[in-house]
């Protein structure tokens, strides 16, 4: 591997498996704060939920309004559980997008590792 000139390997923070190194104080001792991670996978989850049941009234004032014509029966309950199932559904797919989202912001963004003996934020590049 060649370092440009000037530079030492050392002064390079590379992503690997093992814990970052704080560039102040050099202490192995860091965590990952993850804030963009988290506020994506809530919000996610809080609009994959409500398109969810959105979606699912709009489909059970158009499947009642067939229901009429048709004078089939059909239960409350399949239409309550079927809601429930597609809210679910949507926060789970919308906490998977909105956490993936907020990952891509940590990594490029926000300054996600601290180190636990100084204090000190700083981002990996």
Not at 53 to 78: D, E, H, Q, V, Y
Not at 95 to 117: I, P, S, Y
């Amino acid at each position: 591997m060649t370092t440009p000139p000037n530079q030492n390997a050392s002064d390079f923070i590379y992503r690997s498996n093992r814990p970052a190194r704080c560039p102040l104080c050099e202490s192995p001792k860091t965590r990952l704060k993850n804030h963009g991670k988290k506020l994506g996978g809530a919000l996610g989850t809080c609009a994959g939920v409500f398109s969810a049941l959105a979606g699912a009234k709009k489909g059970a004032s158009i499947g009642a309004f067939m229901g009429l014509r048709a004078m089939a029966s059909s239960t409350p309950l399949n239409g309550v559980s079927a809601a429930v199932l597609g809210a679910l559904a949507g926060g789970t797919v919308g906490c998977a997008a909105g956490a993936a989202l907020g990952q891509a912001v940590d990594e490029t963004m926000l300054n996600n590792h601290m180190c636990r003996t100084c204090g000190h934020t700083f981002q990996t590049f």
